[in-house]
């Protein structure tokens, strides 16, 4: 993958434009958000909900969060729309509620124009580029592996204890009746 792009990652199952909510806040998750579950960020106190098809790990924001830290975030979607953006902001450890989203340009301009006069002024301004995409899309990859294996280990595991409890009940009803 020698192109890779934001576009390539949200094409391989990454999600971004969660909501994420600042446990300190919970009274202001709206009520259509109610049914979602909650999936966090190693040490991190705010959490993200997403709809019960979408896991852990493919949640691009807790990937930067993992693997890059703090920090403020941006990247053009792809190479052929200079006009639209992703933004992400980590403080502490934490996705600012208001970010993992997609910004036009302007925007963009305006947010990082005020970033000094901002709580976030400490933070480091990152453009996400090809390299920080690799090593995503490549963590990405062996996490899907390992839960790939995890779930056939669990398949295995289940369909022996079935067949185990089948043959009991067999052994049983054929001692209680013939026995």
Not at 152 to 167: A, D, M, P, R, V
Request: one cysteine or more.
């Amino acid at each position: 993958m020698n192109n890779i792009t934001l576009n390539t990652l949200l094409a391989n199952n990454l999600f971004i434009n969660n909501t994420w909510v600042d446990k300190s806040k919970i009274s202001n998750v709206c009520p259509s958000q109610k049914n979602k579950f909650k999936v966090k960020c190693k040490n991190s106190d705010n959490y993200c909900l997403v709809t019960s098809g979408i896991k852990r790990y493919q949640i691009l924001a807790i990937y930067i969060q993992e693997i890059y830290g703090d920090g403020i975030y941006y990247c053009q979607t792809d190479d052929k729309n200079s006009e639209l953006f992703y933004f992400l902001i980590i403080k502490n450890g934490n996705v600012a509620c208001e970010t993992d989203c997609i910004i036009n340009r302007e925007m963009l301009d305006f947010l990082l124009s005020g970033i000094d006069s901002s709580a976030y002024k400490n933070l480091m301004v990152v453009e996400l580029t090809k390299t920080h995409f690799s090593k995503i899309i490549d963590e990405y990859e062996l996490i899907k592996r390992i839960f790939s294996k995890k779930r056939k280990q669990l398949s295995i595991l289940i369909s022996g204890l079935f067949l185990i409890f089948s043959l009991i009940s067999l052994f049983i009803a054929d001692y209680l009746l013939n026995g």
